[in-house]
């Protein structure tokens, strides 16, 4: 929009609703302007919240963010925005290499009815909840819940015009990889960033990520990767006692790995459970839109 920031719809802000059947499992994600920016370039970053990698964009809201940052090398910065507006933020790189993003959110409600919440545990993976609420005698009763986004976006920096606080040359590692980052529900990728960048994967690629819970490896957990262009050819995998899974990844693009994780809500709440949703986006290759 040249330039100008975009208001958003304020329904997007919304954060205790009821949600009705055909709107569940909502996925949430980062999505920059450029996944392969130059340094001293900056980048608008987006947020999308919807289903099969299509969304709506969400507005910054500074109540909902307990961490939005930028990771280069050993330095972290804080992510800056306009509150109400889109993009909810704009990140200039300083330096080539491996640039991690990263968002956390506050806690939100959600209140489903049992057939819909029930329908969403199953979607989700999350069928050892469906069992605990049948085991207790709740399976009738309403999902009472919140909801954490831990969102990540991985970007491949080339180097470019020195950016005002550049990082020294010699940070910049070109086998570097991506890492923890301490959000509650993480992904983290164990193939290079910069491998992925510069494959085309039109033969089949493998990506290798692990799912740490609390920064401890989370087994048993469905986690799913979807690129852009096909979002119904949806990969699935179950991670392993490591907390690892491995895609053979059968094209080139952008791609989001997701995965969701339940635990029972701290009584304060008066809540049954939270739900804590981890995101990864990445491009495979050189096409960019």
Known sequence: MNGERR????????????????????DWWLEPKSFAPKAGAAVEVHGRVGVAFRGDLVARDPRRIVRFAA???TDEREIDGAPGADPLGTFTPRRGGLAILAYESTPANLYLRAPEFEEYLKEEGLESIVSLRAERGQAV????????????????????????GALPAAAAAPEEGDRAVGLPLELVAETKPAALASQAFDDGGTFAAQLLWRGRPLEGAL????????????????SDARGRVAFALPRRGVWLVKAVHMVEAPKESRLDWESFWASLTFAVGARER
Do not use: Q
């Open 7 to 26: 208001r958003v719809a304020p329904l997007l802000l919304v954060t205790s609703l009821v949600l009705a059947r055909g709107a569940l499992a909502h």
């Open 71 to 73: 990771f280069e090398a």
């Open 141 to 164: 009763k309403m999902g009472l819940e919140r909801y954490v986004r831990c969102a990540k976006a991985l970007l491949v920096v080339a180097p470019g015009a020195a950016a005002a």
């Open 223 to 238: 986690v799913c990767a979807l690129e852009r262009d096909h979002p119904d050819a949806v990969l699935k995998l179950r």
